[in-house]
């Protein structure tokens, strides 16, 4: 394991090696065989592992990458020209050579000795003492060292020493001190010490030292300890599986304790991934400028939009990362991630996911519940109507999801109560069209339950079928879309096949959705919307929300309606949060555009933005104070050839001619980024990015390079 805790992707176990046959007329001295290596190869012991565990997380700005963070002022202090500097600098050094010289040579008299004289003892005043020449030559050290500090203060040498010099060089990183107090090292596990549990945080010690342990190992185990100081589990449970598995204890259900391949910068004890750095930019303050900028569940818990043209790195540079790090929260139990994107999409390897699931796919292992998991055809029918039809209502209450909704419910509702299920995809299109046969057996099969009531919602929808602007023969049409021989297969009900649900998010399950836009991209938007929809749906009753869900869209278009956004502004509340991922904003309604930029706390604009999104983005960044400098110079002219000298110095020390500044200052409001500077001004590779965390902490629009 690196310092950004990345590991060496080979095995963990060392083959035996086969011993070579030599040629068959060579006589027989056999080859030597190595010892087999008792640690895995690329980790000889736990240093690398201690040495990321120990390094220095201090707290920051929101956003701002932890790992060996060194804290910037709030404000940028004044800084010297390096001319000027270095011109001071010199002059200084001459100034304090002339007092030197002018002392040394006895011009200024001899009072600057009077002190050596009044210490000295007369015994050490003989000439050629070796005494007395020792204590002259330190006063003279003594009286030069301080006249160069002197100057070197007035020169600011201190300064150039920390521009120029070594620390300069040095960078940014964090120095790796001494290994700290056991109580203080998070390797030697404190709290389990304190809680009396000494033989597991002794066992988990000397994993980490032996290099055993990985930063997925930490994670998870950390989690499982706040189980039992939460009261989930008991403290005998989890010592005794320490004791027993060591860094393999409590795993996750799939077994796995790292990824197959891991790209990004990841720190599992702060729970970021890295996914740029603040640009040295005026545009930026100061405390960001240079800083690594990550994300986390706690800004990903108010959701992300992302905002950029085809190529600008909104999958490689933003959704990849974070769909690793998901993915490694959930090993480490601490979050639940659900992935929607094209086929082919550079989402990751299917090993780095529990449930794969290829709609369209005849290879598919799992298949998708089309109606979320409920029992409950009231519930089913307002997911199901989302998807469907939400991108087609309005923005007034009782459109056409309600109407919808009453529609599905009317025909699920019998449905499930004859034949135990909900319909599959040809059944639901049958009796959304009216079929006479589905029908007719729907309505013998109540009246043989004695399901009156629900015979009275069949009636209901046969009368509401012969009225003009019925919104069943909407209904059927988007179902026809996947009534296709491609789909065939997929959102079975009968039991026949492992259908995927989104209930499975109470635990820390890894999930990607492939959705076949080739060929079927209506399909796609609207299996993207019931994903969505069953989402908000799953997480808002779950039990435990300590565990983070979060679900990933690669690609949104068509998935934003007025329902969409008002679940998105519930999940904060509900510790879950998306991602959404557009190319353009005019992929949203436009009535939906601001709604959805306020409802979303993390907002990224990359570069290649068209000037009428970038509007959007200005109005929702606001505004800010600043302050407007005029600066008037008027060029000084000397008249005398004493005044003409000065001018002269002064243009060698500062490289500018002599003039007289009047300055104005002026409190103006001024855009933070303006539609023409989120168009034309963000380099190729850079975007800008504003973040809110989940404690409402904010951090205004950043200029991120995405490759820092």
């Known amino acids: 394991m690196d310092g950004d805790g990345t590991r060496d992707a080979r095995g963990t176990h060392a083959n035996p090696v086969p011993r070579p046959a030599g040629p068959p007329e060579m006589p027989a001295e056999a080859p030597t065989v190595p010892p087999r290596p008792t640690r895995a190869p690329g980790s000889p012991d736990g240093s690398a592992f201690l040495t990321w565990l120990r390094t220095p997380r201090p707290q920051a700005l929101p956003g701002v990458w932890r790992f060996g963070h060194r804290p910037r002022p709030e404000e940028e202090p004044e800084r010297v020209p390096g001319r000027q500097l270095l011109s001071g600098a010199v002059i200084a050094f001459l100034v304090g050579w002339l007092v030197w010289s002018l002392l ?54 201190g300064e150039i020493w920390r521009r120029y010099g070594p620390p300069a060089w040095r960078g940014t990183a964090a120095d790796a001190g001494p290994a700290p107090a056991p109580e203080e090292d998070p390797a030697a596990w404190p709290a389990l010490r304190a809680a009396g549990a000494h033989d597991a945080a002794e066992r988990l010690a000397a994993e980490a030292r032996s290099g055993l342990m990985r930063d997925v190992d930490h994670a998870r185990i950390a989690r499982a300890w706040q189980g039992v100081q939460r009261g989930r589990h008991s403290l005998a449970t989890f010592t005794s599986a320490v004791l027993s598995h060591g860094a393999a204890a409590c795993p996750h259900p799939s077994g796995a304790r790292d990824l197959p391949v891991r790209r990004a910068r990841h720190d599992l004890v702060t729970g970021q991934v890295r996914i740029g750095a603040a640009a040295d930019d005026a545009r930026n303050p100061y405390a960001y400028r240079g800083a690594g900028l990550a994300l986390g569940p706690d800004l990903l818990g108010t959701s992300l939009l992302a905002v950029g043209p085809a190529g600008s790195g909104k999958t490689g540079s933003l959704v990849r990362p974070l769909t690793e790090s998901l993915c490694l929260h959930a090993l480490a139990g601490r979050a639940a991630v659900v992935v929607v994107g094209a086929a082919g999409a550079d ?74 299920r909900f319909p599959g995809v040809p059944e639901l299109r049958q009796l959304l069209e009216g079929a006479p046969g589905p029908l007719a057996e729907l309505r013998e099969g109540l009246r043989a339950a004695g399901q009156d009531s629900l015979l009275r919602e069949l009636d209901a929808r046969e009368r509401q079928m012969d009225r003009p602007g019925d919104v069943g023969g909407v209904l059927a049409d988007r179902v026809a879309l996947l009534d296709r021989p491609a789909f065939a297969p997929f959102f079975d009900t009968s039991g026949q096949s492992r259908p995927f649900s989104l209930k499975a998010l109470d635990h820390p399950v890894r999930v990607r959705v492939d959705l076949p836009q080739r060929g079927h991209a209506d399909a796609s938007r609207m299996l993207a919307r019931l994903v969505l929809a069953q989402f908000t749906a799953s997480v808002s009753v779950r039990e435990d929300r300590s565990l983070f869900a979060c679900l990933v869209l690669d690609d949104a278009s068509g998935v934003v309606t007025p329902e969409a956004v008002r679940a998105v502004q519930r999940l904060r509340s509900a510790g879950a949060g998306v991602v959404l991922t557009l190319r353009t904003l005019d992929d949203v309604p436009r009535p939906l555009r601001g709604p959805l930029l306020g409802a979303i706390g993390c907002r990224m604009a990359l570069s290649g933005l068209t000037p009428w999104d970038g509007q959007d983005f200005a109005e929702v960044w606001g505004k800010e104070w600043t302050e407007a400098r005029d600066v008037t110079d008027r060029q000084i002219i000397a008249e005398t050839p004493a005044g003409k000298a000065v001018h002269m110095l002064r243009r060698v020390i500062t490289g500018k001619a002599p003039t007289a500044r009047a300055v104005t200052v002026r409190q103006v409001e001024r855009e933070r980024w303006s539609a023409s500077e989120l168009a034309h001004a963000v380099p190729a590779g850079h975007a800008v990015l504003s973040l809110t965390s989940v404690k409402g902490e904010h951090a205004p629009p950043l200029l991120v390079d995405l490759h820092g």
């Open 347 to 420: 989402l990751g390897p299917a090993d780095a996911y529990d449930v794969v699931v290829r709609i369209g796919h005849p290879d598919s292992v799992y298949d998708l519940d089309l109606y979320g998991g409920t029992t409950d055809p009231d519930e089913a029918a307002v997911v199901l109507a989302e998807a469907l039809v939400g991108d087609l209502t309005d923005q007034h209450q009782g459109g056409d999801t309600r109407r919808s909704t009453t529609v599905l419910a009317q025909l699920l509702g019998p449905f499930r109560a004859v034949h135990g």
């Open 104 to 157: 040394w040579n006895g011009y200024l008299g001899g009072w600057w000795l009077l002190p050596l004289y009044a210490m000295i003892p007369d015994s050490w005043a003989e000439p050629h003492s070796f005494a007395s020449v020792v204590v002259v030559y330190a006063y003279y050290v003594l009286v030069a060292g301080i006249i160069m500090v002197a100057v070197g203060r007035l020169g600011r040498w």
